[in-house]
């Protein structure tokens, strides 16, 4: 084993791991600002992942394209979704708003089975089978285009939250509901934006994953914990902390697929995860509340 | 020796010296009253007897035995019973069984602790409304309950955190007399309290705090007489 | 017995006698079908009711309950298969490490301070490493699965689990009706009141005298313990174990479903959930069948609208308010019974 293959596999994990990150930035970017756990996460990711497939089957659309779309519709379900089912659920025991989205996820994964079929669907993009050589180091220019896209979209909603008057407001909420009413934000509609906003990023993520794997309907509670377990590593709220605990992640996997067997790689990121919850339970960057 | 002894415990929170060097005593049988205006440490005083907070300096003890550093559990059955300035009942389970949960801690059995919550709850003119879930009291009552709930623990010593307030001054009057007799039957009671009719009624020695600190101890009569305690509630708080 | 019936309304009890009455009697009436639908539900009602004694009465949220159903079932199953052992015999290990697990996993949640829905992530967290870890156990099978040995039962063979649904029927009828009675008396008792104090507020409940550490053990290990005597059946009835369905969270889930939607902390809730939730969903599978539809998922749905549902318009789940229907709230003392 050289090291030309380890670091093939390590740029390779970093790069997914990107794709994780923005996944993970959804989930977080929910829980900071509405502080529900998104338990339909991984369900909506595939979701977007289906919609790249029926888009690329009928009309050929290179996911790339489909980045901006996709997200479109994601954040319209995900608006949805918070005005419809959860807004009226921000002030029950937090099992219960648990519960209503393990619900939502049961109805997603097996409607998705009822539609699709249990068979893994993929794409095959004309950039599918190019690489990059970097002084030797073979990597996917799928994977390295997914990363960048992802990286934009995560950057852009890092800008987002700075800079507009919006993204201001939710960050309001965020740190004070009760303030945040009391200097008359519409919470609610400001929430759903955020549900919305958190959902395009999935779909996003999910869109930009299509490219460099395939999908089955069963897969989504696997994401919804891998969103878990990437966003308490790095930080429950925190949003650099979605995408620094996705790299970790992404290479954790990466690497103890490679060194161990492939269908053990989770067991590495669990593993992380636990000794995250019990030594930092705030996570890498988060902030520690008194 | 004192029933409980504070001795020079401090706290502070990120830097906020919230209670600083303070020092004073409770002695067995009596009423003491902690006062001082809002965020005078009062509370975070009360967390640290009760061991919600470990003093950063300073001992607590409880007859002669140190009890800080001590989880609130161990120093509940240690004899301190104490309440909440905001309340937090079982609010899904009835008024009796909330009583009969604090009850349980010196009731060797579910049925002698049952009685000895009917007989608080008889003791705090809740009875009739010992079926009733707690989630539908109303704040008097739920004050009432938190009373009800710590004095079922049976302890030697009593935190009342201002459990008058939101009470009219018949309730406050009653209240007042509910405590006075528990005392003449031999609890101790430390009480924080905002209501000075009832902290002029009930206590033999009052403890001011302000800023962390303690300003002034006394009788009543000597405490409203002090210019110090009068500075600094001056615009307040109505004396 | 005074005790176990103190409190409880004599037309509760006489409801509850013809309850199981007609549940004793059910094998000299309904079909082989029927049977295994009511083994399911009697399962799920078990199961169910361990899992409310963390959740519904501590408050402690586990979604990897899957875990204590799979190790009981793995260690009986191995037991039996490599060594002969019956698993009546098998059952105690198998407790006792199931009981092992969850305490190590409170242990860890409950000293590190881990709660809520952190707590919920970390007993998923333990089912997939369970889940993952049994997929490379190849003393057991592994991801190719673990058998145990079937033939045609003339007789049943109590003693090692071997024979006719009627069997393991009232076998699981016994464990519900014993599970129910358990969880009776021990709302009664000083745990459940403790119990239900931690659940409703932590800290009013430490401030009365409450180690609430300990007492959150005693409910994930018992909780634990009693879920696995589930997996012993679960195994011994299916006779085949995959670790990919044994320890899915998927099947976590399901067996939660029941409680919830039957009322969390109640005693009724799980049974009656369970007989909801399955009853409801057999009735769908036997219409679907007579109009020649086969759709993968479709009960799964299904299972997901009964609960999104339940969680928005029945938040205390269907006993209760059946309950008061049924007028059965009127003498009884005690919320939760």
């Not at chain 1, 994780?20 to 339909?40: E, Q």
């Amino acid at each position: 084993m050289t090291t030309e293959v380890v670091l093939k596999i390590a740029i390779s994990g970093v790069l997914t791991g990107l794709v994780y990150g923005l996944m993970a930035l959804g989930l977080s970017v929910i829980f900071g600002v509405v502080r529900v756990v998104n338990f339909a996460h991984g369900e909506m990711m595939t979701i977007a992942m289906y919609l790249v497939i029926v888009f690329f089957s009928a009309l050929g659309l290179d996911p790339l394209l489909m980045l901006v779309p996709i997200s479109a519709v994601l954040f319209a379900l995900g608006y949805l979704m918070q005005r419809a089912i959860i807004n009226p659920f921000i002030n029950r025991p937090e099992h219960s708003q648990f519960m209503l989205l393990v619900a939502v996820a049961l109805i997603m994964v097996n409607a998705l089975l009822l539609i699709f079929g249990p068979d893994s669907q993929g794409i095959t993009t004309t950039y599918s089978f190019d690489s990059f050589d970097v002084g030797g180091i073979i990597i996917d220019a799928g994977k390295v285009y997914a990363a960048i896209a992802a990286l934009i979209v995560a950057v852009a909603l890092f800008a987002f939250f700075r800079l507009t008057l919006t993204g201001k407001a939710i960050r309001a909420c965020a740190d004070n509901y009760n303030g945040a009413l009391v200097v008359g934000l519409d919470v609610k509609r400001l929430y759903s934006l955020t549900f919305g906003i958190g959902a395009a990023c999935v779909g996003a993520a999910g869109t930009m994953l299509m490219i460099v794997t395939d999908v089955t309907p069963a897969i989504g509670p696997a994401y919804t914990l891998l969103a878990f377990v990437i966003v308490i590593t790095g930080g429950l709220g925190s949003m650099p902390g979605a995408i620094v605990g996705g790299v970790l992640i992404g290479l954790t996997e990466a690497l103890g697929g490679f060194f161990f067997t492939p269908s053990a790689k989770t067991m590495f990121s669990f593993a992380i995860l636990v000794l995250v919850l019990l030594f930092r339970p705030q996570g890498i960057m988060g902030r520690k509340t008194a | 020796m004192a029933l409980l002894e504070v001795s020079g415990i401090s706290k502070s929170f990120s830097g906020l010296k919230a209670v600083q060097n303070v020092t004073f005593e409770v002695p067995e049988g009596k009423i003491v009253g902690l006062i001082g205006p809002n965020g005078a440490g009062k509370t975070t005083c009360f967390n640290m007897i009760a061991g919600v907070y470990k003093p950063d300096t300073g001992t607590v003890t409880l007859n002669g035995v140190r009890i800080n550093g001590k989880r609130p559990d161990e120093i509940c059955r240690a004899g301190i019973g104490r309440t909440f300035q905001i309340v937090k009942p079982f609010a899904g389970l009835s008024v009796l069984d909330n009583v009969v949960v604090g009850a349980l801690n010196a009731a060797s059995s579910v049925s002698e602790a049952r009685k000895k919550a009917d007989e608080v709850l008889e003791i705090l003119g809740l009875a009739p409304k010992r079926l009733q879930a707690a989630s539908t009291l109303t704040l008097p009552d739920r004050k009432r309950l938190e009373v009800a709930r710590a004095l079922a623990t049976q302890p030697k010593l009593l935190l009342l955190d201002e459990v008058m307030a939101g009470l009219r001054p018949t309730e406050v009057d009653q209240m007042v007399r509910v405590l006075l007799d528990l005392n003449k039957r031999g609890l101790t009671i430390l009480l924080i309290e905002h209501v000075m009719r009832a902290v002029m009624a009930l206590s033999g020695n009052i403890i001011v705090l302000h800023h962390g600190e303690l300003i002034s101890r006394g009788t009543p009569d000597q405490i409203a007489k002090d210019p110090k305690v009068l500075e600094c509630y001056l615009g307040e708080e109505a004396l | 017995m005074k005790y176990l019936f103190e409190g409880v309304s004599r037309s509760a009890l006489v409801l509850l006698a013809l309850f199981f009455a007609a549940l004793a009697a059910a094998p000299m009436f309904a079909n082989d079908y029927l049977i295994v639908v009511l083994i399911t539900i009697l399962y799920f009602a078990y199961a169910g009711q361990c899992w409310n004694i963390m959740m519904g009465f501590a408050g402690q949220l586990s979604l990897g309950h899957a875990l204590y159903v799979g190790l009981g079932a793995y260690v009986t199953a191995a037991l039996y298969v490599k060594f002969g052992v019956s698993p009546w015999i098998g059952l105690f290990p198998a407790l006792v490490i199931a009981g092992a697990v969850g305490a190590v996993i409170g242990f860890l949640a409950f000293r590190f301070g881990v709660s809520g829905v952190y707590f919920a992530i970390l007993t998923i967290a333990f089912a997939e490493f369970a889940r993952i870890g049994f997929d490379h156990f190849a003393w057991v099978g592994g991801a190719a699965g673990y058998f145990l040995p079937v033939a045609n039962y003339t007789q049943n063979d109590f003693f090692n689990l071997r024979g006719s649904q009627h069997m393991f029927y009232y076998i699981l009828l016994a464990m519900t009706v014993a599970a129910f009675v358990l969880c009776h008396l021990l709302l009664r008792s000083r745990a459940g009141y403790y119990w239900l104090a931690i659940r409703e507020s932590p800290e009013a409940a430490e401030a009365l005298g409450i180690n609430i550490f300990r007492y959150k053990m005693y409910a994930v290990v018992l909780s634990a313990a009693l879920t696995s005597l589930g997996g012993v059946i679960f195994a011994f009835f299916y006779n085949n174990l995959f670790p990919e369905q044994v320890f899915h969270i998927s099947r976590s889930i399901e067996l939660i479903l029941g409680p919830i939607i039957g009322g969390i902390g109640t005693l009724f809730g799980p049974i009656v959930g369970a007989f909801l939730l399955t009853g409801l969903a057999e009735g769908l599978r036997e219409v679907m069948l007579r109009l020649g539809i086969d759709l993968p998922g479709m009960k799964q749905v299904f299972y997901g609208i009964c609960l999104l549902l339940v969680v928005m318009f029945l938040p205390d789940g269907v006993w209760p308010p059946l309950k008061k229907k049924l007028g059965l709230d009127r003498d009884t003392e005690k919320r939760g019974s």
